[in-house]
């Protein structure tokens, strides 16, 4: 794909991102976190197990996770699209090293965590992300 193309695509899977991060993001704020446990039961097959009520450390942890998302949509989308444009192939190299970090920790702390099924959908995840970032034609 052309780096226009892989720009416009990164900024499509950043704003994908950023919505989860909002509906991760809701989960300590009572009433309106229930999207958050909808998500955590999507992400923790078989559906419709529902998440438990989430104790403070959860919340808080969620809480984290979800502004640590949000910062890495943020850089997504105001570095890694426009280095694509640019063909900032440096930039490209470190936005795919972070990714892949993202999603062995991610996934490796959910299959010991017993929600295997999480590692499952990071794989989605980790596609979409490194599509743009590896299906790129620089122009010469």
């Known amino acids: 794909m052309t780096q226009s193309t ?9 704003y994908g991102f950023i919505l989860f991060a909002v509906v991760w993001g ?3 704020y009572g009433p309106i976190g229930e999207p958050s446990r909808l998500l955590l039961d ?5 559906l419709g197990d529902a998440a438990p009520a989430m104790n403070r450390s959860s919340m808080w942890l969620s809480s984290i996770g979800a502004g640590l998302t949000a910062a890495l949509c943020i850089m997504l989308l105001g570095i890694v699209a426009p280095a694509l444009e640019r063909g900032d192939k440096g ?16 996934s490796a ?7 295997a099924s999480n590692a499952g959908f990071n794989v989605i995840l980790l596609a979409a992300a490194l599509a743009p970032l590896l299906g790129v034609q620089y122009e010469k």
């Open 6 to 14: 892989s720009a416009k695509l990164m900024r499509i899977v950043s």
């Open 26 to 28: 809701v989960a300590p």
């Open 42 to 46: 999507l992400l923790d097959w078989p």
């Open 91 to 106: 930039v490209v190299r470190i936005a795919v090293l972070a990714i892949v970090v993202w999603f062995v920790v991610d």
């Open 109 to 115: 702390g959910s299959i010991a965590a017993g929600v």
